[in-house]
């Protein structure tokens, strides 16, 4: 018994050491990263990681059944840590250390507890098991090696632990045996009728297969994309407070990089994330671009960023140079392919169970490759001259800006007297399609008796598609004017038609300290029903009406119900739904500056979009942006669909159903709120 114990001893010290010093490696490499404050509000923190990591509500509102697994397997995991801990410290001091000790109450308790929950993870395990070999995700790397030895380490664990407790029954040792119904039902099954001293060898073998698993597994654990079981409950902790739906402003300072370029770069939570990445594959499953055959796979960019850091890490603590670039082509690295793919629709970080921020990461590589390296699509060039010599997208003289204000006389805003200014955005002011939407929304304000006035030609563009094409420099310089402007005007609320406008002026504004109550079209028009300020008329009939969410709107604002309440007060039932809704909505291929560049490989999004819309025999897709207008309306030429069916936003739906017009008094419109 010496001899076994003075290896194990060693065997345990030797285990152990070599554990920190691969813990050590691994999360110093963290520490190259940028500063970043992720320690505020330890409340809210703690609250929120109990209910997403140890809740694990994200894993289970996914996929209830796998999810439900994942669950059983941590929760498995979790508790059967404090049966692994004795028994590493009861291989150190058998006289000394055992939960045998306790008395008999508490000692029965968590034995019937240890007992059940090993088998409840083993079960947990072959289900894994099963679920990758037959109904794998479609992704490759869900049945690599290593998620097959992690699953077969943990089986080899819980069957170890049944084991040597059921040999120990059958020996007669074990006294809580009759409060262990597994390790019971196991020692009658295979041990039954053998001699109590033909047991020894079985339970001596038992011990060790545990100890040398156990102590196996967690030294594997910090070279396997297992490693989240470390670093995801912190990740958790260190997420994000409030919805990731702007970019961190850059300092524009003499000497300084602009953008990431390599891997030190980055921030050290984007580099924790990168750690912390399950490669669970939720991401992969709603991103767009992957949806429809582009290289861009979101999980795939977490897992190049980890590798990146593994590989350049060491070489920048002692060189303090990288010698695999970050953005490039190579095993490791993020191509310019996947960087411009992304729409940043947000979808990835939605599903996501363990917060990583996956489209701020790629923002920060467009920030490097347009602001250091000048290096984009082709197509954006023009975009962007356009932007910084006549103040919008289309490069149009702002003569023009006034045209359809003049054909309904839109009142000016003037300070102290307006109530509203209503932000038509460069869409509103340039854009055909969407002057309809504007002129339905004037009409709505005015029979709601609303004060509104805009800006005539004194428009200004919000700078969103700069900010999403990472190019934060002149976004910079535009806010920066465009604050002092709006201040000058003696601006404090504001109306959009545009979601993007909508989350510019009112998310990443604010970091310039602008604040604004920024209000979306659709959150007034359903004001205005609800407080009966709109006399509905339901003869103008818009059909089948399908429902699309804004991605800006619906999953990086959560304005969800607005219009709905919306449509359902002007056609008298709820719309359609699409397969995926609300927060699993599908992007329609426009954001991230998608709108001003083509996509080159795969499907169309924008047509995946208006496939499923078709689906459900929609007479009336009804929008809330003019991006998606812009890119329905293309896709429903493409499907040859524009006779039987046809897009709409809700203020044109709205404007249609209004009853004859009548001379109201304008006034203000109080309360007007987003939908928490």
Partial sequence: MSANLAIFTAFLVVALAFFSWSCFRRFRLVFLGRRENRFGNPGERIRGTVLHAFGQRCAVSHDYRFGLNHLVLFWCFLILLIANTEFLLHGLAPGYISFSRLPDTAYFTLSSVFDILSALALLAVLTALVRRLFF??????????DAFTI?????????????????????????????????????????????????????????????????GFLNYLPYSKHMHILTSIPNCFFRSLTKVNTQAREAFE??????????????????????????CGR??????????????????????IKENLLENGPLLYRKNEAALPLIGDQKGSVSEEVIWDCTT???????????????????????????????????????????????????????????WAVEINAPSFEAGKTEYLFYVGCDGAFDARSRDTILSVARILDAGGVSWGVLDREHICCGDSLRRLGNEFVFDRMVEDNAKFLEKKGVKRIITQCPHCYSTLKNDYRQYGVELEVIHHTEIISDLIASGRLEINRTQEPGKVV??????????????????????????????????????????????????????????????????????DAETICVC????????????????????????????????????????????????????
Avoid at 661 to 676: M, N
Wanted: charged letters at 20%.
């Fill in 136 to 145: 794998a995700p479609s992704y490759l790397e869900a049945r690599t090696r």
């Fill in 151 to 215: 699953l077969t380490l943990v089986a080899l664990l819980m069957i170890a632990y049944l084991g040597l407790h059921a040999s120990e029954i059958s020996q007669g040792v074990e006294r809580a045996a009759r409060y262990m119904p597994v390790s019971n039902l196991v020692s009658s099954t295979f041990f039954s009728g053998i001699p109590a001293t033909g047991l020894d060898g079985a339970i001596n073998a038992f011990w060790w297969i545990h100890a040398i698993v156990l102590l």
């Fill in 254 to 279: 003499k000497g300084r990089t602009f953008g990431v370029g390599q891997i030190d770069q980055f921030t050290w939570k984007g580099l924790f994330d990168s750690y912390s990445c399950t490669e």
């Fill in 283 to 304: 991401c992969s499953d709603v991103c767009p671009a992957t949806f429809t055959g582009k290289r861009l796979n979101p999980r795939l960019v977490i897992r190049d």
């Fill in 345 to 403: 629709c947000g979808a990835c970080m939605e599903v996501c169970p363990v917060f990583i921020e996956h489209v701020p990461r790629i923002i920060d590589m467009r920030r490097n490759l347009v602001e250091m390296q000048a290096r984009f699509p082709e197509e954006l060039l023009t975009l962007f001259a356009n932007i910084e010599q006549r103040g919008n997208p289309w490069g149009i003289a702002p003569a023009a800006l006034s045209r």
């Fill in 547 to 616: 429902f699309h969410d804004s991605c800006y709107l619906g999953r990086l604002n959560m304005i969800y119900d607005a219009p709905r309440k919306a449509l359902v007060a002007v056609t008298g039932r709820s719309p359609v739904e699409m397969d995926r809704h609300h927060g699993k909505s599908f992007c329609c291929g426009a954001g991230g500056g998608h709108m001003w560049m083509e996509e080159k490989t795969g499907k169309g999004i924008n047509i995946a979009r208006v496939e499923e819309a078709l689906e459900k």
């Fill in 625 to 676: 942006c003019p991006y998606c207008m812009t890119m329905f309306e293309d896709a429903l030429k493409y499907k040859n669909a524009v006779s039987t069916t046809r897009v709409m936003d809700l203020a044109e739906i709205v404007a249609n159903s209004l009853m004859p017009a009548r001379s109201i008094e304008p006034r203000a419109v109080s309360g007007v709120t987003g939908d928490q």
